[in-house]
């Protein structure tokens, strides 16, 4: 039980028991029957005059368990923070719904879940974010590692989504091995000037960089969710023995930091007159559809079943998708209505 997060949310209740003061643990307390807290895996949207806005996820830590990507005035991407951000985000008219995966049979995710979204994004607690903001001026945005992609938001709003193909099943697994593989180098902090003007130097910190997703582009909100989802089936499935990279392909998505080669290029017939490029591409396919144990040679039909749930390629989403979605689909459950204007929890209607 996630116990650490103070927002309790109830279906029924209208009584909020937030930050403060603390809560004990359920195990050490009576919360009462229609009190739950927050779980990792479970996703909140921020719906402003009933529309969705924006989606975020809930990952298993103490002081930062809110992971999103980020389009805020003062933050620009991939960011773990405190629930406080929520506070600040807040306004008359907004409200936050939360959905939980409510699948026994797909709960296996949650912890690979859990593991990418901390792996690329920033927690503002770390030197690499205190960094960014001790040498951006405040009148501009901190601009992460994963930027906002606010050029993939804008393609989404105007395209309904889009199906899985192999050009999507590739994304996935790549940011699978961006997540598994990409080198544990410990962040090396740049010389700066602070704001009493001295010279800081630069030193290497004790903890681990992160991991861009998507560095030159960017993701919005929904497309980073969808993505972390995405991966971290194929994670499960590849430590289950259920998937198999073949090594060829795991070769050239661990070169070159996983960049070997464009993922929309496998959905175009013709692209580059380059025959060593045509034949990377060609093989690429090749490797694609022998993922599958039970099925070696796995069609784009097949593609629903391999990845079962935000099944639609993850640059045709917005975050009015992804909560369409999460309103129908049987396997995740709305579990409260979360109002911090009023600090209270209206029953889901």
């Given at each position: 039980?996630?116990s650490s997060?103070?927002h309790?949310?109830?279906?029924?209740?209208?009584?909020?028991?937030?930050?403060?003061?603390?809560v004990?643990?359920p195990?050490?307390?009576?919360?009462?029957?229609?009190l739950?807290?927050l779980?990792p895996?479970?996703?909140?949207?921020?719906?402003?005059?009933?529309?969705?806005?924006?989606?975020?996820?809930?990952?298993?830590?103490?002081?930062s368990?809110l992971?999103h990507?980020?389009?805020?005035?003062?933050?620009?991407?991939?960011?773990?923070?405190?629930m406080?951000?929520?506070?600040?985000?807040?306004?008359?008219?907004?409200?936050?719904e939360?959905?939980?995966l409510?699948?026994e049979?797909?709960k296996?995710?949650?912890p690979?879940v859990?593991?990418?979204?901390?792996?690329?994004?920033?927690?503002?607690?770390?030197?690499?974010?205190?960094?960014?903001?001790?040498?951006?001026?405040?009148?501009?945005?901190?601009?992460?590692?994963?930027?906002?992609?606010?050029t993939?938001?804008?393609?989404?709003?105007?395209?309904?989504?889009?199906?899985?193909t192999?050009?999507?099943?590739f994304?996935?697994i790549r940011?699978?091995?961006r997540?598994?593989?990409?080198p544990?180098?410990?962040?090396k902090?740049p010389s700066?000037?602070?704001?009493l003007?001295?010279?800081v130097?630069?030193?290497?910190?004790?903890?681990?960089?992160s991991?861009?997703?998507?560095k030159?582009?960017?993701?919005?909100?929904?497309?980073?969710?969808?993505?972390?989802?995405?991966a971290?089936?194929?994670?499960?499935?590849i430590?289950?023995?259920?998937?198999?990279?073949?090594?060829?392909?795991?070769e050239?998505?661990k070169a070159?930091?996983?960049?070997?080669?464009?993922a929309?290029d496998?959905?175009?017939?013709?692209?580059?007159a380059d025959?060593?490029?045509?034949?990377?591409?060609?093989?690429?396919?090749?490797?694609?559809?022998?993922?599958?144990?039970?099925?070696?040679?796995?069609t784009?039909?097949d593609?629903?079943?391999?990845?079962?749930?935000?099944?639609w390629?993850?640059?045709?989403?917005?975050?009015?998708?992804?909560?369409?979605?999460?309103k129908?689909?049987?396997?995740?459950?709305?579990?409260?209505?979360?109002?911090?204007?009023?600090?209270?929890?209206?029953?889901?209607?």
């Amino acid at each position: 039980m996630f116990s650490s997060i103070r927002h309790l949310f109830s279906r029924d209740n209208h009584r909020l028991e937030a930050d403060r003061p603390p809560v004990p643990a359920p195990e050490e307390a009576s919360l009462g029957d229609n009190l739950e807290p927050l779980l990792p895996g479970d996703i909140v949207c921020m719906m402003r005059d009933n529309k969705p806005t924006h989606s975020m996820l809930i990952v298993d830590d103490e002081t930062s368990p809110l992971v999103h990507s980020s389009a805020s005035n003062r933050v620009r991407g991939a960011v773990q923070q405190s629930m406080k951000g929520l506070a600040k985000e807040n306004s008359r008219n907004t409200t936050y719904e939360v959905f939980r995966l409510d699948d026994e049979s797909l709960k296996k995710i949650l912890p690979a879940v859990d593991f990418i979204a901390k792996r690329v994004s920033v927690k503002t607690s770390s030197a690499q974010f205190k960094f960014h903001n001790a040498t951006t001026p405040r009148q501009h945005p901190i601009e992460l590692q994963m930027p906002f992609g606010k050029t993939r938001l804008d393609f989404a709003k105007d395209s309904p989504l889009q199906p899985l193909t192999n050009a999507s099943l590739f994304r996935a697994i790549r940011a699978y091995f961006r997540a598994e593989f990409h080198p544990m180098r410990p962040y090396k902090q740049p010389s700066f000037t602070n704001v009493l003007g001295e010279t800081v130097p630069e030193k290497e910190i004790d903890e681990i960089k992160s991991v861009a997703l998507s560095k030159n582009k960017g993701l919005s909100c929904s497309q980073f969710l969808t993505l972390i989802f995405q991966a971290a089936i194929i994670k499960t499935g590849i430590e289950s023995g259920e998937l198999e990279i073949a090594p060829r392909l795991a070769e050239g998505l661990k070169a070159r930091e996983t960049s070997f080669l464009k993922a929309k290029d496998l959905s175009q017939e013709s692209v580059s007159a380059d025959e060593d490029y045509q034949t990377k591409l060609s093989q690429t396919k090749s490797d694609l559809t022998s993922i599958s144990k039970s099925k070696p040679e796995l069609t784009e039909d097949d593609l629903e079943g391999l990845i079962p749930i935000f099944s639609w390629d993850v640059q045709s989403t917005n975050v009015s998708h992804l909560y369409a979605y999460l309103k129908s689909e049987p396997r995740f459950k709305s579990v409260g209505l979360l109002d911090l204007r009023l600090s209270l929890v209206r029953p889901n209607i």
